[in-house]
């Protein structure tokens, strides 16, 4: 079964800073693009960052210059660091993980489009 745990979620006031981990573990295949999604009320569940087992990385434009994805896969796990907040970073942030990561956006975080999903994590940042 595969897992995907993330941690790391908090408030912060605007201009601050957050570092989100995602561990994975159960994985029946290999390389794994790994990627963060958001939602928050009312809006759709919008694809934040994806990695690649080369380290291929990708950003939403909203986000651009301010968050940075890696991955370490000795220990199975990536990371978001995330710079320069605004208020309207402010969302539950889902780690996702997949053969492929192709999806910017969904009705809501979840299967089927892309396989796998934590459970999420709030980020809360004030003005």
């Known amino acids: 079964e595969v897992r995907l745990v993330e941690s790391g979620g908090g408030s912060v006031q605007a201009g601050g800073s957050l570092r989100l981990s995602c561990t994975a573990s159960?994985?029946?295949?290999?390389?794994?693009?790994m990627g963060w999604y958001r939602q928050s009320h009312g809006t759709e569940c919008d694809l934040v960052s994806t990695?690649?087992?080369?380290?291929?990385?990708d950003y939403a434009d909203s986000v651009k210059g301010r968050f940075t994805i890696s991955r370490d896969n000795a220990k199975n796990t990536v990371y978001l660091q995330m710079n320069s907040l605004k208020p309207e970073d402010t969302a539950q942030y889902y780690c996702?993980?997949?053969?492929?990561?192709?999806?910017?956006?969904?009705?809501?975080?979840?299967?089927?489009?892309?396989?796998?999903w934590g459970k999420g994590i709030q980020v809360t940042v004030s003005s």
């Open positions: 990695i690649s087992s080369d380290g291929s990385t």
């Open positions: 996702a993980a997949d053969r492929v990561i192709g999806v910017v956006a969904l009705a809501s975080c979840g299967p089927p489009y892309v396989s796998y």
């Open positions: 159960g994985f029946t295949f290999d390389d794994p693009v």
